[in-house]
């Protein structure tokens, strides 16, 4: 019975977590007129290693990644400029993310914290160099100069894709040392599954 609740958790922690990327992905939608949020994609690959550690939930969330991106670029007309073959180290760079994340005891504020950050901080910079690095190698910039401008293309866009998670990260520890200490979200606690 145990284990039914966790898989029972698991799936409503996942599904809470791809209505979050679908409504932050960064693309046009009804949220995204009201308030722009920051991509969740990282911090659900985070908490997913954390604290649901199974593979099934890495691949749930990256397929959900790459169909939000599909469904923005076929439905709604958003520019396929970042589809280069590139497109494709972008899931491995995620798998990443969740197994770092697998090896991190908790987001709670605690003793481990300062720990816990300086691998998130490490994790979130590597995979953003990989994944921003390997499109820089498809684009016509590199065609025509090759490395040489590259550390200054990763220092404009670094300041736009890092901190935003690193954000999120901060938010969804607050919320979890907060539902550990006081047990508002009693069904859903920050125990490992």
Known sequence: MTNQINKTKAIFAV??????????RGHVNWLDSLVHLPDFTIPALFIAGIYLRKFWTALVIVVAAVAIDNYAIVHEGISANCITPAYSILPLTYYGIFWVGRHISSLNIDASIAKNALIIIAATSTQWLVATSSYYFFTATYAKTGW????????????VGIPPVLFWMVAVSIVFTLNHRYSFISYFSAKKI
């Open 148 to 159: 040489t401008n590259f550390a200054s293309y990763a220092a404009q866009w670094s300041v």
């Open 15 to 24: 599904f809470i977590m791809v209505l979050l990327m679908i409504a932050t």
